[in-house]
């Protein structure tokens, strides 16, 4: 059965850097694309970035200075980097494979 | 970068009645391959999104029959054949075929 999980804090200062861990189960990351996905409140969906089966990035052309995204095939993880983040950062973030969702992480940003 | 343009924004109908939401890209969807990635997606009130179509009209797994996409190139429609209470939500078309990804601005669908 696949599954993906988010996890990560749920506060964040500004200026400061979000990490965002996305632990996948039912399939292999060598085979499957990760892509990161973010809704601010009551907004649509914003796609951020994706690490693709080889092990290639891309990203939002807006996010791209300040956003990595990696993985460790060994524990089945996709992880998110973000840097220099503002309050209009506050969003609930997915990772998803498009066919299937995490249930999504809550992320607000204020001092 | 693609854009999507989903029309209405917002969409009012009866349980059993048929709709149409459009998505119309900046440029074409076609990809090298010869497919065209442009998948719909289903938000209910939430929830995370689901997939329900996928390269323009594949059903996914397990969605019901009522829904078809259709379309070429850089003009696409969802159309919902008799509205039932469970398809109430934000309606997201999506392009995989040029890097970066996009989302359209997505379609309420409302009962009347």
């Known amino acids: 059965q696949v599954q993906l999980k988010e996890s990560g804090p749920g506060l964040v200062q500004p200026s400061q850097t979000l990490s965002l861990t996305c632990t996948v189960s039912?399939?292999?990351?060598?085979?499957?694309?990760v892509s990161w996905v973010r809704q601010p409140p009551g907004k649509g969906l914003e796609w951020m970035g994706a690490?693709?089966?080889?092990?290639?990035?891309d990203y939002n052309s807006a996010l791209k200075s300040r956003l990595s995204i990696s993985r460790d095939t060994s524990k089945s993880q996709v992880f998110l980097k973000m840097n220099s983040l503002q309050t209009e950062d506050t969003a609930i973030y997915f990772c998803?494979?498009?066919?299937?969702w995490g249930q999504g992480v809550m992320v607000t940003v204020s001092s | 970068d693609v854009v999507l343009t989903q029309t209405p924004p917002t969409l009012s109908a009866t349980i059993g009645q048929s709709v149409s939401i459009s998505c119309r890209s900046s440029?074409?969807?076609?990809?090298?391959?010869?497919?065209?990635?442009l998948n719909w997606l289903l938000q209910r009130p939430g929830q995370s999104p689901q997939l329900l179509i996928y390269?323009?009209?594949n059903l996914e797994s397990g969605v019901p029959n009522r829904f078809s996409g259709s379309g070429s190139e850089t003009d696409f429609t969802l159309k919902i054949s008799g509205v039932e209470a469970e398809d109430l939500g934000v309606y997201y078309c999506?392009?995989?075929?040029?890097?970066?990804?996009?989302f359209g601005g997505g379609t309420k669908l409302e009962l009347k």
């Open positions: 998803t494979t498009v066919d299937y």
């Open positions: 039912g399939f292999s990351l060598t085979s499957n694309s």
């Open positions: 690490i693709w089966s080889g092990g290639s990035t």
């Open positions: 440029q074409s969807l076609l990809d090298s391959d010869g497919d065209t990635y």
């Open positions: 390269s323009v009209s």
């Open positions: 999506m392009q995989a075929t040029h890097a970066p990804l996009t």
